[in-house]
Nanobody
Framework: QVQLVESGGGLVQPGGSLRLSCKAS????????MGWYRQAPGKQRELVAR???????NYVESVKGRFTISRDNARNTVYLQMNSLKPEDTAVYYC??????????????WGQGTLVTVSS
């Protein structure tokens, strides 16, 4: 089994910063990619940022220049540094990981979600 545990959400004022973390653990043989999605009330879940193994990150246009995704491959952990936060960034943020388990079977897992609220 592969599990994801997220942390780092909370309430922040506009213009502030938050850092999200997501650690994958369990029977992981290899990871293809790790990323962050978000879902605001009444909206569909959208990709925020994604970083494939051995590749460069990609971001949704609305967060470019403000958010930075990074990975610690040794710890199977992905981070999302969010700066210059705006009220429209308010959402539940979900970590996502894709890879192969010890039996070389493809897996995709989602974190439990962490709420980010940007408000004064």
């Amino acid at each position: 089994q592969v599990q994801l545990v997220e942390s780092g959400g909370g309430l922040v004022q506009p213009g502030g910063s938050l850092r999200l973390s997501c650690k994958a653990s369990g029977s992981i043989f290899s990871i293809y990619a790790m990323g962050w999605y978000r879902q605001a009330p009444g909206k569909q879940r959208e990709l925020v940022a994604r970083i494939p193994t051995g590749g460069g990150p990609n971001y949704v246009e609305s967060v470019k220049g403000r958010f930075t995704i990074s990975r610690d491959n040794a710890r199977n952990t992905v981070y999302l540094q969010m700066n210059s936060l705006k009220p429209e960034d308010t959402a539940v943020y979900y970590c996502n990981t894709q890879g192969l388990d010890y039996e070389r079977i493809y897996f995709e897992r989602w974190g439990q979600g962490t709420l980010v609220t940007v408000s004064s």
